[in-house]
């Protein structure tokens, strides 16, 4: 099929996915307002197979050290799925399916399968990373750039008010990840702390942030998993990143793809207006 930019609606919500552009979410509206940050690098990127940084770009697999290109220095960052196009297996109204085979800089080969899904009132999105060879760790997860304020024309925009006020991130972790000067996890788990925040979060439970902007929309970003980074430091966009690890976590917190268990994850995202 075409890699063209496919478009998924359901009642009145309507997503835009770019295979061409990392496989991203680029778009959700809701009742026309745009939910996520637009710009060819924004919008919802996988994160495959890894998540966050590697510290120095290197991470073992039994006794293989293997080093991943510097894109964040000194550290590697996010994958290597968003710099690459990604296939369309199939598309309908409101669902979409898109592949992407791994290769270099990944020394292993696999094949990544997301599957986009659009409710009236919620948005599914599923990975699973493959192999069919030689067994290697993997992460799996998703960066979303949430706009801080929605725009519109309601009479609350025009006022002035709850149309142009900032999101509130609401979620209760067990921990947070403490963070070094490299912006990567020590190790230790420590009481969360408040904001601002670029932290990696635990939630034992499942992945349960919600971000409301007040008068207009209220948004649930879910999952099982149970690592979560927020990231609220810009000044256009705050990002909460269900992921099956925390950062670095090829290394310390590895998940085993093998040819008999794929690596699979969910997220799902829910919202209501307010």
Known sequence: MSNTDITLTAGDAEVTVRPENGGRV???????????????RYG??????WCGRIRDGRFRNGATVHRMPLNAPPN????????????TARASEDEAVITYDLGEPWPY??????????????????????TYESSFPAQIGWHPWFNRTL?????ADTAGTAGTADVRIGFTPAWQEERGADHLPTGRRIDPKPGPWDDCFGMPGGVDVTLTWPGRLELKVASREEWV??????????CAEPQTGPPDGLNSHPRLVTPLE?????TTWTWRRL
């Open 26 to 40: 680029s778009g959700l509206r809701v009742g026309g307002v745009e939910l996520l940050r637009q710009g060819d």
């Open 44 to 49: 919802c990127f996988p994160m495959v197979p």
């Open 76 to 87: 590697a960052i996010h994958g290597t799925a968003r710099d690459t196009a990604w296939r």
């Open 109 to 130: 080969p696999g094949r990544v399968t997301q599957v986009i899904t659009l409710g009236a009132d919620s948005l599914t999105l599923a990975m699973a990373v493959e």
């Open 151 to 155: 725009g519109g024309t309601n009479a």
């Open 229 to 238: 980074v927020v990231y609220d430091e810009p000044r256009e966009a705050v």
């Open 262 to 266: 794929p690596l699979e994850a969910t």
